[in-house]
């Protein structure tokens, strides 16, 4: 199954995202942090920006998402698959460790 490359413009981490598989999965299988509660597209934590590359955003019509929103690139990536290599920048951010 192809894979592609991921990264997070802030932290520099990257990760592989399964071709059929969301990328917040991803994160969280690979210990990546990336804002999140529901993982169903309802509570917008995981909103981020897409920088670089392309990534489709599934189920738009039951996520809380907005035209405008996806028309300056910001994708729930919860429901998103990459298309290619990506590096995103989620809007909210995680507390200091
Ligand atoms: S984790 Fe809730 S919208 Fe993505």
Same mark, same amino acid.
């Given at each position: 199954m192809s894979s592609n490359r991921v990264a997070i413009r802030a932290t520099g981490e990257?990760? %592989?995202v399964g =071709?059929? %598989?969301f990328i917040l999965d991803a994160a969280i299988r690979q210990q990546v &942090?990336? @804002?999140? &509660? #529901?993982?169903? =597209? *309802? #509570?917008? &934590? #995981?909103?981020s920006t897409v920088i670089? =590359?392309? +990534?489709?955003?599934h189920d738009v019509d039951d996520c809380l998402i907005s035209p405008a929103e996806l028309a300056a690139n910001q994708r729930l990536v919860?429901?998103? *698959?990459?298309? =290619?290599? +990506? +590096?995103? %920048? @989620?809007l909210r951010k995680l507390p200091r460790r």
């Open positions: 990257a990760f %592989e =071709g059929r %598989e &942090s990336i @804002p999140y &509660s #529901c993982r169903n =597209g *309802t #509570c917008r &934590s #995981c909103i670089e =590359g392309d +990534v489709q955003q919860c429901l998103a *698959t990459a298309k =290619g290599e +990506v +590096v995103i %920048e @989620p």
